[in-house]
């Protein structure tokens, strides 16, 4: 597994990390996940050198956070954990976001829901530290609160020893500049993937050139580049993969163009003696300004797979080739 650093904040970590969004569970993953087989995937995980491990309060309204706790109990020094704020549910405090699951949630970037989501995600992990706490999404008008307020809050909050390093998630270029500006952003958390590359615009130039980390998550789509989703698999209704406007890859005519992709790159998965879903991590990895790609697993074996992609070089020819294999695809009908 090879190791690089979140930013400035001196910690470092994994460059496959592991995300816990399906550890929640939910209608919106299909089948519910088996909470034993989740804290076996992580222990797996860290086997393997994964130390990043990212979930969030709302995964599962606290059930991701409660069984990665469970899962680090006795290995905390092994792990990086990354979990977020920002997403509030208890009131009207905050601008509305959306209803998940029935649930009414706010984007709140407050000073006061801040401190009440750190103790409570540190009680349910069981930890006294959070390594890596990062605002889950930007906070908007109405009740919008000013970047320096919640980072002048995050800031205390690392003086005051509950956490290590500040990160930020799904941001403008203008929001991580105006971050950056009140204090020290380690990381930068975004979807990415090669069929999803429209942070190559701005924010990875960005991030390189300053030294935050990136985080990218979906870079797998959700298992599309897996290979294994075929042409007959059907995805229950309200499952996020069921929703074509959403993510219009899964459409029936583009899936086929996903697949007849991958099975050009035959070949590579034959010279690396790797899956698809490896040469994707590693040609991620691979990427100006990407240094860590977060994979999420219901199993033990799933991410004892992925991880192993951590420790993958591809050539850069190979890196070039797949690239303008990709840009040929072009955009999903």
Same mark, same amino acid.
């Given at each position: 597994?090879?190791?690089?650093?979140?930013?400035?904040?001196?910690?470092?970590?994994?460059?496959?990390?592991? $995300?816990?969004?399906?550890? $929640?569970?939910? +209608?919106?993953?299909?089948?519910?996940?088996?909470?034993?087989?989740?804290?076996?995937?992580?222990?797996?995980?860290?086997?393997?050198?994964?130390? &990043?491990?990212?979930?969030?309060?709302?995964?599962? *309204?606290?059930?991701?956070? !409660?069984?990665?706790?469970?899962?680090?109990?006795?290995?905390?020094?092994?792990?990086?954990?990354?979990?977020? =704020? $920002?997403?509030?549910?208890?009131?009207?405090?905050?601008?509305?976001?959306?209803?998940?699951?029935?649930?009414?949630?706010?984007?709140?970037?407050?000073?006061?829901?801040?401190?009440?989501?750190?103790?409570?995600?540190?009680?349910?992990?069981?930890?006294?530290?959070?390594?890596?706490?990062?605002?889950?999404? +930007?906070?908007?008008?109405?009740?919008?609160?000013?970047?320096?307020? !919640?980072?002048? =809050?995050?800031?205390?909050?690392?003086?005051?020893?509950?956490?290590?390093?500040?990160?930020?998630?799904?941001?403008?270029? %203008?929001?991580?500049?105006?971050?950056?500006?009140?204090?020290?952003?380690?990381?930068?958390?975004?979807?990415?993937?090669?069929?999803?590359?429209? +942070? %190559?615009?701005?924010?990875?130039?960005?991030?390189?050139?300053?030294?935050?980390?990136?985080? !990218?998550?979906?870079?797998?789509?959700?298992?599309?580049?897996? $290979?294994?989703?075929?042409?007959?698999?059907? *995805?229950?209704?309200?499952?996020?993969?069921?929703?074509?406007? #959403?993510?219009? #890859?899964?459409?029936?005519?583009?899936?086929?163009?996903?697949?007849?992709?991958?099975?050009?790159?035959?070949?590579?998965?034959? %010279?690396?003696? =790797?899956?698809?879903?490896? &040469?994707m991590v590693a040609w991620t990895a691979a990427q100006a300004g990407v240094t860590h790609v977060l994979c999420g697993a219901r199993t033990a074996d799933q991410i004892m797979q992925t991880a192993e992609a951590g420790d993958?070089?591809? %050539?850069?020819?190979?890196?070039?080739?797949?690239?303008?294999?990709?840009?040929?695809?072009?955009?999903?009908?």
């Open positions: 597994m090879k190791y690089r650093n979140l930013g400035s904040s001196g910690i470092s970590a994994s460059v496959v990390g592991m $995300g816990t969004w399906v550890t $929640g569970g939910g +209608p919106t993953w299909g089948a519910e996940p088996d909470d034993r087989e989740s804290v076996r995937a992580i222990h797996a995980a860290i086997d393997m050198g994964v130390n &990043l491990i990212d979930t969030a309060p709302l995964y599962g *309204f606290g059930r991701s956070e !409660t069984v990665v706790g469970k899962a680090i109990q006795g290995k905390r020094d092994q792990v990086v954990l990354a979990t977020k =704020c $920002g997403l509030w549910t208890e009131d009207d405090r905050g601008s509305f976001f959306t209803d998940y699951e029935g649930v009414r949630v706010m984007r709140s970037l407050r000073p006061d829901t801040i401190r009440i989501e750190v103790e409570r995600s540190l009680q349910r992990i069981g930890t006294d530290v959070i390594d890596l706490y990062q605002t889950h999404w +930007p906070a908007v008008p109405p009740d919008k609160t000013p970047i320096a307020d !919640t980072m002048a =809050c995050l800031l205390e909050l690392r003086d005051e020893g509950k956490i290590r390093a500040i990160g930020v998630s799904n941001v403008s270029l %203008e929001e991580l500049q105006e971050n950056a500006a009140c204090g020290p952003v380690a990381s930068n958390q975004f979807r990415y993937s090669m069929l999803y590359r429209e +942070p %190559e615009a701005d924010i990875l130039p960005f991030c390189l050139k300053n030294n935050i980390a990136t985080l !990218t998550y979906m870079s797998l789509e959700q298992g599309l580049l897996t $290979g294994k989703v075929g042409m007959d698999r059907e *995805f229950a209704q309200g499952e996020w993969r069921s929703n074509a406007d #959403w993510n219009p #890859w899964f459409k029936i005519e583009n899936r086929q163009r996903v697949l007849d992709l991958l099975s050009g790159w035959n070949d590579l998965t034959e %010279e690396y003696h =790797c899956s698809f879903a490896q &040469l993958l070089d591809l %050539e850069p020819a190979d890196v070039v080739r797949m690239r303008d294999d990709v840009e040929a695809l072009g955009d999903p009908a």
